[in-house]
């Protein structure tokens, strides 16, 4: 039997450390409990909303007004080179662990914060790795037709920061295998290790945010992308060109509304700075989209995901 919670501050399961109260909370160690907690926001007429570290998510300041239901299946199996995880599992232990049996992989997701089930459903990737390149079956929950499937990598429609799972918010991702390879413990701890470093050299440190804020656009200007490479030294690719640095050239490093900041070290950081409300992240990334709009004509596209707006 499931005990919900009331009026439970989400702040503090988000990496942003920002947002109101959930009206009703619970965390579901499994199937069941996940069930029960669909069919009591279905008898109750609530909106429900999965939640899993809170690391790709901006909760508005009146919170939510509906049933948040936190992800914690934690099933963890390692057999050969398949590495089977519950949704609920932090991606940083299927790294850990991956490398600590001797298998590789799955090293490109160090510093990846939140869980298996939030990185499988937006296609997380980072130093040229992707979820996409390692799954190989999703288990899903069909909320509409109260059904488990098992998704193949084929049935994914895996795309940059994109999936079947983040167009259907009736798909509740409940477990994934990955397909990993034999390696080398040591080569593994290493390359972590490396990973680690790149990001602490590039990303803000000690202040709180989700990730990434938009999307790195697709630019139909071949002057943009010239101007891009020709700066940088970089190849874009897909013709696409790195969100920072367009938020960079609109000259918004460092641009502060209340709490929220561009971050100076990584343009594509909204941070918090202190006390920053969603208000502030809503107002700052609005003058963002507008400046890059003014500036290039490209319509920046929100990576982090709005809740109770
Ligand atoms: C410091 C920092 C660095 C980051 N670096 C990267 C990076 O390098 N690459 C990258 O891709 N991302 C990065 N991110 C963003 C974020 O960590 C990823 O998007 C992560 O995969 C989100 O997972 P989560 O469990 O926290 O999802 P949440 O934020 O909890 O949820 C995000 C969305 O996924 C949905 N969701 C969560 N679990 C499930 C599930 N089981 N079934 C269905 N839907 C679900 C939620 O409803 C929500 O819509 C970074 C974030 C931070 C704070």
């Known amino acids: 039997m499931i005990k919900l919670e009331k009026n439970i501050s989400l702040s503090n399961y988000t990496t942003f450390r920002i947002g109101g109260p959930a009206k009703f909370f619970i965390e579901v160690k499994n199937e069941e409990e996940l069930l029960e907690a669909l069919d009591y926001a279905k008898k109750n007429n609530l909106d429900f909303f999965i939640l899993g570290g809170g690391s790709n998510l901006l909760v508005s300041d009146k919170g939510f007004d509906g049933l948040v239901i936190k992800m914690h299946n934690s099933s963890f199996l390692i057999h050969n080179s398949s590495l089977e995880c519950g949704a609920g599992v932090p991606l940083a232990k299927a790294v ?5 049996s001797g298998l590789t992989g799955l090293e490109w997701a160090a510093g990846i914060p939140g869980t298996v ?38 049935d994914c429609n895996f795309k940059y920061r994109d999936s079947v799972f983040k167009q259907n918010k009736n798909l509740i991702i409940l477990s994934a295998v ?45 002057k943009i992308i010239e101007e891009f490479e020709k700066e940088t030294g970089k190849k874009s690719k897909e013709s696409k060109v790195p969100a920072p640095w367009l938020i960079e050239q609109a000259d918004l490093k460092g641009r502060q509304i209340g709490g929220a900041k561009v ?28 400046q890059v709009r003014d500036k290039f004509g490209v319509e920046l596209k929100e990576e982090v995901q709005y809740l109770g707006f």
């Not at 850990?96 to 600590?100: A, C, L």
């Open 178 to 222: 990955f397909k990993l390879q034999k390696g080398n413990k040591e080569e593994g701890r290493k390359k972590i290790q490396e990973i680690i470093k790149k990001r602490i050299s590039v990303q803000p440190q000690g202040m709180p945010s989700a990730g990434s804020f938009f999307v790195n656009p697709v630019v139909n200007n071949p």
């Open 263 to 290: 971050s100076e070290k990584h343009a594509n950081y909204i941070v918090n700075t202190g006390n920053a409300t969603a208000e502030d992240v809503i107002m700052l990334a609005s003058i963002i989209k507008q």
């Open 96 to 100: 850990r662990e991956s490398v600590n």
């Open 117 to 154: 089930g939030g990185a499988v459903r937006g296609n997380a990737g980072a130093f040229g790795g992707n979820a996409s390149d390692v799954v190989k079956k999703v288990s899903v929950l069909n909320t509409e037709e109260l059904g488990i499937k098992n998704y193949e990598l084929s």
